[in-house]
């Protein structure tokens, strides 16, 4: 039985997201407004592209929420991926969240009801260069 996830946005951290999911064990639609973008997404990465805003229901509902496992609103807007995730929880409360922030300070919305995690693409990028440098620098002092 595969997950059924969708992406909200398409470009780069949509991409990179979609890239690491495995497409044989999930079943991924990916919602992008902008029809370049779509036109341009790698078909093995997604079962579904749709074109079209994400926080219009009618959209959305062309993704299948009912049947998501997760939805994660990933584009360059706070607002818009705040919106994806009450979205979700509107129509399938069971569903987990995960909203992109884009700015510094707006980890507090982790507290709002409709969203399950935050990803802010800085901090994530930070935590993996602190950590790696930090093993490479373990692993130099070794004997």
């Known amino acids: 039985?595969?997950?059924?996830?969708?992406?909200?946005?398409?470009?780069?951290?949509?991409r990179h997201a979609a890239a690491e999911l495995n497409p044989s064990q999930h079943t991924i639609a990916v919602i992008e407004r902008d029809a370049d973008r779509c036109e341009n997404f790698p078909q093995h990465l997604a079962s579904d592209v749709i074109e079209g805003d994400g926080t219009d229901v009618d959209v959305f509902e062309d993704a299948n929420p009912a049947l998501a496992d997760?939805?994660?609103?990933?584009?360059?807007?706070?607002?818009t991926n705040l919106a994806?995730?009450?979205?979700?929880?509107?129509?399938?409360?069971?569903?987990?969240?995960?909203?992109?922030?884009?700015?510094?300070?707006?980890?507090?919305?982790?507290?709002?009801?409709?969203?399950?995690?935050?990803?802010?693409?800085?901090?994530?990028?930070?935590?993996?260069?602190?950590?790696?440098?930090?093993?490479d620098l373990t692993s130099a002092r070794r004997p």
């Not at 039985?1 to 949509?14: A, E, F, L, N, Y």
């Not at 884009?102 to 901090?123: F, K, R, S, T």
């Open 70 to 79: 997760a939805v994660l609103g990933v584009t360059n807007d706070t607002a």
């Open 84 to 135: 994806v995730c009450e979205l979700t929880k509107e129509l399938s409360e069971g569903t987990r969240t995960m909203a992109r922030i884009a700015h510094d300070g707006e980890q507090d919305y982790a507290h709002l009801g409709h969203v399950d995690n935050i990803i802010y693409p800085p901090a994530v990028a930070a935590e993996v260069a602190v950590n790696r440098i930090t093993a």
């Open 1 to 14: 039985m595969s997950d059924h996830i969708i992406i909200v946005g398409g470009g780069r951290v949509g």
